[in-house]
Every structure is written in C-alpha cells, then in structure tokens.
C-alpha cells in the first residue's frame, strides 16, 4: 500500500497498482498495463479511460487513442498513434522508440482502490 499523501507526497499514482511495458511500430506506441493486484483489475479499467490516457499524454498531441481491455490477464493495451515524432527513423527526440512513455504513463496519479481485503 503506497504511503499516505504529504506535501513530498501527492497521491498514489498507477506505478503504485501496476507495472507497464512498451511496444513501437513507426509513429504509434502501445503501452500494456497490467494490475499486481487482480482484485485491483475493475478499479483500474474505471481509472484509465480514453480520455484520460489522452489527456495525459496532450503534450505529445496522441492523433489517437485506442484501449483494449484483457480481462483474463488483468491487464489492458493502450495504442497511441502520433507521438514518436515520426518514428525512430524521423525523431530527433531522445527516446525515439518511446519506452520511457510507460513510466509517463505509471506516474498517472490515481484515486486510492476502494478496499479489496474482503474476499
């Protein structure tokens, strides 16, 4: 359970409740999220929206944003399209491949789960 919020502490973000990896095809990322938790699965699916995955990632202007949900695995495959900068043959950015845009996206801060301890 991540510590309670402070002034050095905002919040809990997603990197508390679930890991990421990152995948790239030219101009388009696709990051999978995947609950430690499997009883924390629903409460994520509510928290990571469309919407907010977009909002989130606005500073790198995604032309689109896609979610598949995997319930059997606890986890869920987000696909944005326009925000490598062209792609690793085009950017001049540092991470042309993306893979750190999956910890952009852990910092994500979230609403603490509603208690899960109950079976």
């Known amino acids: 359970m991540p510590p309670n919020p402070g002034p050095n502490n905002p919040g809990p973000t997603l990197y ?3 890991h990421a990896r990152t995948g790239d095809k030219g101009d388009r990322i696709n990051i999978s999220v995947i609950a430690y938790d499997n009883r924390h699965y629903g409460w994520l699916v509510e ?10 990632f ?4 995604p032309t689109q944003v896609q979610r598949y949900l995997l319930p059997k695995l606890s986890a869920m495959n987000f696909v944005l399209d326009g ?3 062209g792609g690793v043959n085009d950017s001049l950015n540092l991470d042309t491949h993306g893979k750190a845009l999956s910890f952009h996206l852990l910092a994500l801060p979230v609403r603490p789960p509603p ?3 109950a079976p």
Do not use: M, W
């Not at 928290?47 to 989130?56: A, G, K, N």
């Open 16 to 18: 508390d409740y679930a």
């Open 47 to 56: 928290q990571l929206t469309i919407e907010r995955v977009q909002q989130h």
């Open 58 to 61: 606005a500073h790198r202007q």
């Open 83 to 85: 925000v490598l900068d």
């Open 115 to 117: 208690d899960t301890s």
